[in-house]
């Protein structure tokens, strides 16, 4: 897999239009991050390599609705744990959730599948879709994503993302334990 060197500051070339928001935002808020460019991935092991070079685990990004299809949500989660349905719906008193379409996932969060990250909820300006992050993931110092593409990865310091990033989209996320 390539991946470019560790960048910082702003994208070149050819890009997202959510990939060059969250950028912007990262910089209009001042947080620092580092970035790096790799070829497009489509599961969690293939983002192995790009977590060494960043030193930080990229995260697992799930997109959810219950079965009306009226409540959504968008969990994050260690790249390596498990997902258990009947854990999530019942810590978030939620029954029968399952994993979203893809055409919902494009609806609510302006991505396709595979591209699903925290900050794909930079799209979701009706507050629609609920943020859950793993306390696993909440507790550490670093947080590992996509910028709305799987071409790229962004690194954050976690505090910067929950108390400056989230509200600044107006996300307040629930954090529990899986």
């Known amino acids: 897999m390539n991946i ?3 960048k910082q500051g702003n994208p070149s070339g050819e890009r997202t239009s959510l990939e060059l928001k969250t950028h912007e935002f990262l ?3 001042d947080i620092y991050y580092e970035w790096v460019d790799n070829d497009e991935v489509s599961s969690m092991e293939e983002c192995t390599g790009i977590s060494e070079k960043l030193g930080v685990e990229i995260r697992k990004s799930i997109f959810l609705c219950n079965r009306q299809k009226t409540i959504f949500f968008l969990l994050v989660m260690p790249a ?3 997902f258990d349905t009947k854990v999530f719906s ?4 939620v029954p029968r959730l399952s994993f ?6 494009e609806e609510y969060l302006g991505v396709l599948p595979g591209n699903a990250s925290v900050m794909s909820l ?3 300006k009706d507050n629609r879709v609920q943020l859950v992050i793993d306390d696993e993931v909440a507790k550490n110092d670093w ?5 709305g593409v799987n071409t790229s990865h962004l690194k954050i310091k976690t505090n910067d993302l929950i108390d400056k990033f989230l509200p600044y989209i107006n996300h307040k996320p629930t954090i529990i334990s899986l």
């Open 27 to 29: 910089r209009k808020l």
């Open 80 to 82: 390596k744990k498990a």
């Open 90 to 93: 019942s810590a978030l008193n």
């Open 122 to 124: 930079i799209n979701d």
């Open 4 to 6: 470019s060197e560790i």
């Open 100 to 105: 979203a379409s893809g055409e919902l996932m």
């Open 143 to 147: 947080f590992g994503c996509n910028p």
